[in-house]
């Protein structure tokens, strides 16, 4: 934000065209201030209100990504837009072959890092599930005596 103070320094200024500059400076400076100290009581309180609301939006955006059919439509028609332009630029497509080719070698490696990572997140998945009680198919199939 304090990156682009002379844009809204200047965005302020057109919309306020019978105020002096050094007011519109002064109101502009008093918001940005504003909004920063906002944001830092936003991520040192976990029990703000703008959080509360923030992780309510969030949660609900995520039901309707799983639910809504008008989600569903726009997020295809994100995709199919987004596969056409990349589909246009052989750019893309050299830089897809060059990311598969950097995976492969990777894996084919006896240090490979995708792996390392790979199997230290199944471990500590298998860790939560396990202090968490959850089982697997199996483990529930061997308990019911199949």
Known sequence: MTENRGLIEAKFSEASKYTPGFFDKYVVNRFEEGVIALLHEVANSPQHEVRARFN??????????????EFRQRGETLKRDLLAHLSQDERYYQLWIEIRDRILNDLASERSILREHLSGALMAGGCTAARHGTTTKTQRMDAAGN
């Open 56 to 69: 309510e939006a969030i949660a609900e955006f995520v039901i309707n990504l799983k639910t809504s059919p």
